[in-house]
């Protein structure tokens, strides 16, 4: 297939996925994001206070974003039919995956950008630390819905996440999801990090057991 035809291909499943894919789980997020809004103070903040409507409820658009990736294709039948395509299954999900980082990373920075307007002082490491564990929740999320098959599993295993975050935050160290709201504004990074093995650690299980 030469370049256009690839290009045109890419551009196709991006299309599709956008479409079919994409819709409820960008719906999700910006209900979160409209919550967050009405739950919280959002305005004139300053200190720990601007990174508790962040932490607190807006991070859980990651898993409302990532652990979806593997979700249409959870009933056998039409994961057969999306393996059957020229196109991997594989590919198709690094295609979700990225446009789902790229929509988290978005509406925190359109959030935010909302929160400054109302004169709270988001400094650049709220932005970073939110983007952090937004995708370390989802990336969690997609893990374990994607090697269980079960989406369901996916959230409960955020939410036990997000409760050990709460109960035993200052073990957790690093990745405590809270770590910003208790005065820390350094570690994020390690979040970040264990968000990209997750998911790479997802993608090889799967493809190892011939689920992508």
Same mark, same amino acid.
């Given at each position: ?13 991006? !299309? %599709? ?18 919550? %967050? ?144 709201? !208790?005065?820390?504004?350094?570690? !994020? ?17 799967? !493809? ?5």
């Amino acid at each position: 297939m030469g370049t256009h035809g690839r290009a045109g291909n890419f551009w196709g499943i991006l !299309k %599709t996925n956008l479409r079919r894919q994409f819709p409820l789980p960008a719906l999700a997020a910006l209900a979160l994001m409209a919550l %967050t809004g009405l739950m919280f103070n959002i305005n004139s903040l300053e200190g720990d206070a601007v990174a508790r409507p962040l932490e607190t409820l807006l991070i859980w658009i990651g898993p409302a974003l990532l652990a979806t990736v593997f979700l249409p294709e959870q009933n056998p039948e039409i994961r057969d039919v999306v393996r059957a395509r020229q196109t991997s299954y594989l590919q198709v999900c690094l295609l979700r995956i990225l446009y789902s980082v790229l929509t988290v990373v978005l509406l925190i920075l359109v959030f935010t950008g909302i929160m400054r307007a109302g004169e709270s002082r988001v400094l650049p490491y709220h932005i970073w630390g939110s983007i952090c564990s937004a995708l370390l929740l989802g990336a969690l999320g997609l893990t374990i819905s994607g090697v269980t098959g079960n989406a369901a599993g996916g959230f409960m295993a955020c939410m036990l996440y997000y409760l050990a975050s709460y109960g035993i935050g200052r073990k957790l160290g690093a990745f405590s999801l809270f770590s910003m709201s !208790k005065g820390a504004v350094q570690g !994020k990074g390690w979040q970040l990090l264990a968000a990209a093995l997750l998911v790479a650690a997802a993608l090889y299980i799967m !493809k190892r057991r011939r689920q992508i």
